[in-house]
């Protein structure tokens, strides 16, 4: 099992709709939990971070965290195209607050 | 302005050359990583420095070796003894435990 799963995709959205990206990781002792949106040959930059259960909303982006589940979410509202990037999962084990590791990525695609 | 700077952007290496890739950053954070990328996948960590002289390998090392002579540089030299290097790599860096990554603009190498 890897330590950090999300389903590669692509998943496509129309403009307008919400796009779901979901993500499990494997350490239960985990403790902070990030999203960061990578653009083609970019380097990925942070959209949310969460550290407890429940939802956690900036501006159209929500962050859902289930630590009994070992699941977090990320939620777009009102999709656009400008939104169609490669979504990275990143989970800071437990015994490891200085490693972070990163899930392989959703990417997503939002048609105009 | 506060950052990380990595240069070169794009690096091509011939077959048994050792090439480095330079990191440096100003946001006077402690811990500072390596990550590669290759096409449709994650990032998996090579090297990481929690502190000035002294650093840990990740998952990657082999082929790979790093100093951490100054807070503000990481520099990563990529061995002859690695066998495929072409990929993307790139630097972060992280205020503290559990902590968001912040990237640099990444490396391209390429073994031509």
């Known amino acids: 099992q890897k330590e950090v799963e999300q389903n590669s995709g692509p998943l496509s959205v129309p403009e307008g709709a919400i796009a779901s990206l979901n993500c499990t990781y494997s350490?239960?002792?985990?403790?902070?939990f990030f999203w960061y949106r990578q653009y083609s040959g970019k380097s990925p930059e942070l959209i949310m971070f969460?550290?407890?259960?429940g939802d956690k909303e900036d501006g159209r982006f929500t962050a859902q965290l289930n630590k009994a589940s070992q699941y977090v979410s990320l939620l777009i509202r009102d999709s656009q195209p400008s939104d169609s990037a490669t979504y990275l999962c990143?989970?800071?084990?437990?015994?490891?607050?200085?490693?972070?590791?990163f899930g392989a990525g959703t990417r997503l695609f939002v048609k105009a | 302005d506060g950052g990380i700077t990595q240069s070169p952007k794009y690096l091509f290496r011939k077959e048994g050359q050792n090439v480095t890739l330079s990191c440096e950053q100003n946001?006077?954070?402690?811990?500072m990583y390596w990550y590669r990328q290759d096409p449709g996948q994650g990032l998996r960590l090579i090297y990481y420095?929690?502190?000035?002289?002294?650093?840990q390998k990740g998952d990657i090392a082999e082929g790979y070796s790093v100093s951490r002579e100054k807070k503000e540089s990481f520099p990563l030299t990529v061995t002859s003894a690695q066998k495929n290097p072409t990929a993307f790599y790139l630097c972060?860096?992280?205020?503290?435990?559990?902590?968001?990554?912040?990237f640099g603009q990444g490396t391209r190498l390429t073994v031509v």
């Open positions: 972060a860096s992280t205020p503290g435990h559990f902590t968001e990554a912040f």
């Open positions: 350490d239960r002792g985990s403790q902070s």
């Open positions: 969460i550290y407890s259960n």
């Open positions: 990143a989970v800071t084990p437990q015994t490891g607050g200085f490693k972070t590791i």
């Open positions: 946001l006077n954070h402690d811990a």
């Open positions: 420095s929690q502190i000035v002289n002294d650093f």
